[in-house]
C-alpha cells in the first residue's frame, strides 16, 4: 500500500471545525496524507511522516471535492436555440423537456456515453469529484433503464426520473403514465437505480402524482429525492418531508410554512443558481432558510434545457452575489451538505478516514471561488486520492 503526501497547502479547507478555524475548519501550511484512498494524516507541513511519495502545492489552497447532487447528464441533441429563444423574451416551461426526449431516445448507446464522458470530464475540470445523475429524457421502458445503466458506468448515485415530463404519446393519459412510471418502467429502471425522482411542479406532475410514484418507487427500495417549486408552488416541499426525501430541489417559490417544515426535517434545500441564470427567472433568497436553520445545497442541475452548465465555482459566484449566501455558507452548500443531500458521510469534507476527493486551487483562498467569477482556479482534481485532472 503506497502513501502520498500533499504538503505545504497555503489554506486547507477541511469542513471540519476540530480540525481548523471556522465551520471550514481551516489550517494554513498544512499537509495530508492519502493511503488506500482515504485521509489517513492531516496536520502541519513541516511534521508530515514518512511517506511514499510527496507533492508539494507550496501557497494554494486544497478544498474537498464539489459534491454535484443534481444533475442530468445523459441525452443527446442541443437546445441552444431554445436558450436563444428565451434570451429574447420567450419564457420556460417544462415542454421543452421533449425536444431533448427524441434525440435521446434515436441516440446510439455510444453516442449516449460519449456525450456523457464528455459531461463528466468537465466535471472533473471544474472540481466535482461525486455526481448524481437522473434519467428522463427516455420516458418509455426501454430507454429509461438504457439510460439509467448507462448513468450507472459512470456514477453509483443514479436516480430514476421517469416522471419529468408526460411525453407526448401519452397527452390524453397521464394517470395512465403515472401508473406505467410506478409499474413496468420502474422494474425495468429498478436495478440501475439508487433514487426515485419526480418533477413535481406545474406543467410536470400534481402532488397526487407525485406521492403514488415516490411511494412505489420506496416500495421497491429506492430512495426518494424530488424537483419541487420550481415554477410554481404546488404543494411539493409538504410532499417532500412527507416522505423523508434525501433533498428537495429548485425552491425558487417557497412560503414561510415551506421553510419550517424543511427546518424541521432531514430534507436537504437543493438550490440551482445555474435554472435561474438559464430562464432568466428570479432566485430565491437563501438567507430565509439559513435563518430558519435549512440544511441548503448548491448543486449545478447540469442539463441541456434549464442549466447547462458543469461549473459549480459560477453556481457558488451567483449564489453569493445574488441569493444571499455568504463565500463559507456557499463552499459549504457545494461540498458537506451536498454529500448531505445524497445521505453520504464519506464526503464533502477532508477529515480522517473520508474519501480522498479534493481540488486543488490555484488561489490563496477558497474565497476566491466566488471573488474571481467565470475564472478558471481548479488546479488538479483527485478522486481516491488519484489525480483525475491535472491542469
Ligand atoms: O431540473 N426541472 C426539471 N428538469 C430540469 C430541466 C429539464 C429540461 O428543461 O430539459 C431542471 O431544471
Ligand atoms: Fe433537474
Not at 62 to 72: K, L, R, T, Y
Not at 163 to 191: N, R, S, W
Not at 243 to 252: F, G
Request: charged share 20%; net charge negative; with cysteine.
Amino acid at each position: 500500500m503506497s502513501s502520498v503526501a500533499i504538503t505545504e497547502i497555503g489554506s486547507l479547507v477541511t469542513n471540519d471545525s476540530t480540525l481548523g478555524h471556522g465551520a471550514l475548519g481551516i489550517r494554513e501550511n498544512a499537509a495530508i496524507v492519502i493511503e488506500d484512498g482515504k485521509i489517513s494524516w492531516i496536520g502541519d507541513s513541516a511534521k508530515f511522516p514518512a511517506v511514499d511519495a510527496a507533492l508539494s502545492v507550496a501557497g494554494k489552497t486544497v478544498i474537498p471535492g464539489f459534491v454535484d447532487s443534481h444533475a442530468h447528464l445523459v441525452f443527446a441533441g442541443d437546445r441552444s436555440e431554445e436558450f436563444a429563444a428565451r434570451m429574447r423574451g420567450e419564457s420556460y416551461s417544462a415542454g421543452g423537456i421533449k425536444t431533448t426526449v427524441a434525440a435521446t431516445r434515436s441516440a446510439s448507446n455510444e453516442v449516449l456515453r460519449e456525450n456523457t464522458s464528455r459531461l463528466v470530464a468537465e466535471m472533473h475540470r471544474a472540481g466535482i469529484t461525486t455526481f448524481e445523475s437522473k434519467s428522463g429524457y427516455a420516458l418509455d421502458v426501454e430507454n429509461e433503464a438504457r439510460t439509467l445503466q448507462i448513468a450507472s458506468e459512470f456514477t453509483t448515485e443514479t436516480t430514476f426520473l421517469g416522471a419529468h415530463v408526460v411525453p407526448t404519446e401519452f397527452a390524453d393519459g397521464a394517470d395512465e403514465y403515472v401508473a406505467l412510471v410506478a409499474g413496468e418502467m420502474l422494474t425495468a429502471a429498478k436495478p440501475h437505480a439508487k433514487w426515485i425522482d419526480v418533477f413535481c411542479d406545474r406543467g410536470a406532475f400534481d402532488v397526487d402524482q407525485a406521492r403514488t410514484i415516490l411511494s412505489a418507487g420506496i416500495a421497491a427500495g429506492l430512495q426518494p429525492r424530488i424537483h419541487a417549486n420550481q415554477l410554481a408552488n404546488i404543494g411539493a416541499v409538504k410532499l417532500a418531508v412527507e416522505l423523508d426525501c434525501a433533498s428537495a430541489d429548485h425552491l425558487s417559490h417557497l412560503s414561510d410554512e415551506d421553510i419550517d417544515l424543511l427546518a424541521g426535517s432531514n430534507t436537504v434545500a437543493t438550490l440551482l443558481p445555474g435554472a435561474e441564470f438559464s430562464t432568466r427567472s428570479a432566485y430565491p433568497d437563501a438567507r430565509r432558510l439559513f435563518a430558519a436553520g435549512v440544511s441548503v445545497a448548491l448543486a449545478t442541475d447540469c442539463n441541456p434545457g434549464s442549466s447547462f452548465t458543469t461549473s459549480m465555482a459560477f453556481c457558488m459566484a451567483v449564489a453569493v452575489r445574488d441569493m444571499g449566501f455568504s463565500p463559507e455558507q456557499a463552499l459549504l452548500a457545494a461540498t458537506s451538505v451536498g454529500a448531505k443531500a445524497l445521505r453520504r458521510t464519506d464526503i464533502g469534507g477532508l477529515s480522517l478516514g473520508m474519501k480522498a476527493d479534493f481540488s486543488v486551487l490555484n488561489a490563496p483562498s477558497y474565497i476566491h471561488l466566488s471573488y474571481r467569477p467565470g475564472v478558471d482556479l481548479i488546479d488538479s482534481t483527485w478522486i481516491d486520492g488519484k489525480n483525475v485532472y491535472q491542469r
